[in-house]
């Protein structure tokens, strides 16, 4: 039998993605985690060469199945075993596998056929994964699937005011039936300055950019519903997801945040500055002790995966969707910040 008893640790993780051609090998790569004493990492697939390495290291991992194999292992049970075996049972437990993470932003793209059929199919997935691993004894790796934030309504200020989709309110109550069930998190790519940078360029809202920067001693915003009060943009947004579950009935499901960071280069706001300061406010407040949690959490602790390791210049879309990285191609930081010792 597999058992390690767990606890929710404030380490911080990384996002490690690998979109680009000129990124140092995995080897460097998880001997730069293992020198900057984080305590997690993401990965975007299972790779068994980065799984290999991670072995006998004390940085808890997050491994991912890829949207096209849902539908697959939705079906199976064997296939879900089979995925299971190959990509946990042959690395664990000396490889710290801690969540399961399947699909990435499945509910995001569903206005085709197929991509609806895979959010359909999603929590059946994730409970054949968990059928596997709980047959097997383990005990210690929760199962989710990271979201992204636009599966919220266009308008989720205040928080209190924050309900997703319509659309999607059909596919959100059995995710969060399961994930609630398990006790696992519900799993959410948070970018205050996505928020910010739109409210620019729509003039929707006047969001203050030392709000969305973690700037305490800018003005705070008290939600005229709930009564909290919002010293910065990230709050602000987990908490929108936080009265969405509520309304659907979940008070009490786990949060965590699969991706956030700040652009270094690009357009408005993205420079290196603002991205150091931003990552710097981040690990202070997702790593302090006592944890702080959020105004509708207080004190609860929020696993939470920067995004990311390195710039990936073979992602699609605008150029700063590809200027997210903590390190340049040679290993050096882009930026000064010290993201485990931050007081």
């Given at each position: 039998?597999?058992?390690?008893?767990?606890?929710?640790?404030?380490?911080?993780?990384?996002?490690?993605?690998?979109?680009?051609?000129?990124?140092?090998s995995p080897a460097r790569s998880i001997e730069l985690l293992k020198n900057m004493n984080i305590g997690r990492v993401k990965l975007y697939d299972a790779d068994h060469e980065i799984l290999n390495l991670l072995s006998g290291t004390d940085i808890d991992v997050a491994i991912t199945v890829a949207n096209d194999e849902i539908s697959?292992?939705?079906?199976?049970?064997?296939?879900?075993?089979?995925?299971?075996?190959?990509?946990?049972?042959?690395?664990?437990?000396?490889?710290?596998?801690?969540?399961?993470?399947?699909?990435?932003?499945?509910?995001?793209?569903?206005?085709?056929?197929?991509?609806?059929?895979?959010?359909?199919?999603?929590?059946?997935?994730?409970?054949?994964?968990?059928?596997?691993?709980?047959?097997?004894?383990?005990?210690?790796?929760?199962?989710?699937?990271?979201?992204?934030?636009?599966?919220?309504?266009?308008?989720?200020?205040?928080?209190?005011?924050?309900?997703?989709?319509q659309e999607l309110q059909q596919l959100m109550v059995p995710l969060l039936k399961y994930i609630n069930g398990t006790k696992s998190f519900f799993f959410i790519n948070v970018?205050?300055?996505?928020?910010?940078?739109?409210?620019?360029?729509?003039?929707?809202?006047?969001?203050?950019?030392?709000?969305?920067?973690?700037?305490?001693?800018?003005?705070?915003?008290?939600?005229?519903?709930?009564?909290?009060?919002?010293?910065?943009?990230?709050?602000?947004?987990?908490?929108?997801?936080?009265?969405?579950?509520?309304?659907?009935?979940?008070?009490?499901?786990?949060?965590?945040?699969?991706?956030?960071?700040?652009?270094?280069?690009?357009?408005?706001?993205?420079?290196?500055?603002?991205?150091?300061?931003?990552?710097?406010?981040?690990?202070?407040?997702?790593?302090?002790?006592?944890?702080?949690?959020?105004?509708?959490?207080?004190?609860?602790?929020?696993?939470?995966?920067?995004?990311?390791?390195?710039?990936?210049?073979?992602?699609?879309?605008?150029?700063?969707?590809?200027?997210?990285?903590?390190?340049?191609?040679?290993?050096?930081?882009?930026?000064?910040?010290?993201?485990?010792?931050?007081?």
């Amino acid at each position: 039998m597999f058992f390690i008893g767990a606890v929710v640790s404030n380490r911080i993780g990384i996002n490690y993605g690998q979109l680009g051609n000129n990124l140092p090998s995995p080897a460097r790569s998880i001997e730069l985690l293992k020198n900057m004493n984080i305590g997690r990492v993401k990965l975007y697939d299972a790779d068994h060469e980065i799984l290999n390495l991670l072995s006998g290291t004390d940085i808890d991992v997050a491994i991912t199945v890829a949207n096209d194999e849902i539908s697959g292992i939705a079906a199976s049970q064997h296939l879900a075993d089979q995925w299971v075996y190959e990509h946990v049972i042959a690395h664990y437990p000396s490889t710290r596998i801690r969540f399961v993470l399947v699909g990435n932003k499945v509910f995001s793209s569903i206005s085709t056929p197929e991509d609806m059929q895979i959010a359909r199919v999603l929590v059946r997935a994730m409970r054949r994964i968990k059928n596997t691993i709980k047959a097997l004894g383990i005990r210690n790796i929760k199962i989710g699937t990271p979201l992204a934030m636009d599966i919220m309504e266009t308008t989720t200020f205040p928080p209190s005011n924050g309900t997703f989709k319509q659309e999607l309110q059909q596919l959100m109550v059995p995710l969060l039936k399961y994930i609630n069930g398990t006790k696992s998190f519900f799993f959410i790519n948070v970018y205050p300055y996505i928020e910010w940078f739109e409210s620019q360029v729509w003039n929707q809202t006047a969001i203050n950019l030392g709000s969305a920067l973690f700037r305490s001693d800018d003005e705070s915003y008290t939600d005229p519903q709930s009564g909290l009060e919002y010293t910065n943009l990230l709050d602000q947004m987990l908490d929108s997801v936080v009265y969405a579950m509520a309304k659907l009935g979940y008070n009490d499901v786990m949060l965590a945040i699969s991706e956030t960071g700040w652009p270094h280069e690009g357009e408005s706001g993205a420079n290196r500055y603002n991205a150091a300061e931003y990552i710097h406010n981040l690990v202070r407040k997702m790593t302090a002790v006592p944890s702080i949690g959020t105004p509708a959490r207080p004190g609860v602790v929020i696993p939470t995966f920067i995004f990311s390791m390195y710039d990936e210049n073979q992602k699609f879309g605008a150029s700063t969707e590809r200027q997210w990285g903590l390190f340049n191609p040679d290993g050096s930081p882009v930026y000064e910040v010290n993201i485990t010792s931050i007081v």
